[in-house]
């Protein structure tokens, strides 16, 4: 798997919609409803020009785009260096409609998704702070247990949860 920058410039977004809305038609379901919250939020950073500190980024399978989100790197009051803000995630819709995704294929998205957020914060958007938002309780509850197994290995500085909100320093 590889997590990848998502734009139209690399032609990523376009295949990604379309992968997406073919989905949709096959679950018998609305592409034009299916992530309402989310897709429009992320369509215009995927469609305008790519910036260096915000993006859209999926998780590949081979050719299967499994899940994108929105990563945002900032100076924010009250840390020092940028902060890599993780929202919007987004799952592709047969994590939604289909009867044949068990938890292990759910918790292997966000295991990848986390990878590579961890990933870029070293890379491309230097970050020694992340913070990573929850959509759902199912999301919730894995970065729960996700946050348990981090602390009880020690491996980064600090990490805990706020509300909606897990938080890495690294």
């Known amino acids: 798997m590889e997590f990848i920058r998502v734009s139209v ?15 949709c038609t096959e679950f018998d379901e609305s592409f034009s409803d299916y992530a309402a919250e989310s897709l429009p939020i992320l369509r215009p950073l995927a469609e305008q020009a790519q910036l260096n500190s915000s ?18 790197s900032a100076h924010i009051k009250g840390y020092t260096g940028k902060v890599l803000r993780v929202r919007h995630i987004v799952h592709a819709p047969r994590y939604d409609f289909s009867s044949e995704v068990v938890l292990d ?27 990573f938002h ?13 946050n348990t197994a981090l602390e009880d290995h020690k491996v980064f500085d600090k990490v805990n949860m706020v509300g909606s909100w897990l938080y890495i320093k690294k």
Not at 55 to 72: H, M, P, T
Not at 105 to 122: H, N, P, Q, R, T
């Open 134 to 146: 929850f959509r759902s309780p199912a999301e919730r509850q894995f970065f729960v247990e996700f």
């Open 9 to 23: 410039q690399n032609r990523h977004w376009v295949s990604l919609l379309n992968q997406w809305e073919e989905s």
């Open 105 to 131: 294929d759910y918790a292997e998205l966000l295991s990848g998704i986390f990878k590579g957020v961890i990933d870029i914060s070293a890379t491309e958007m230097p970050s020694p702070d992340v913070k």
């Open 55 to 72: 993006g859209v980024f999926a998780l590949k399978d081979g050719s299967e785009y499994r899940g994108i989100c929105q990563l945002n």
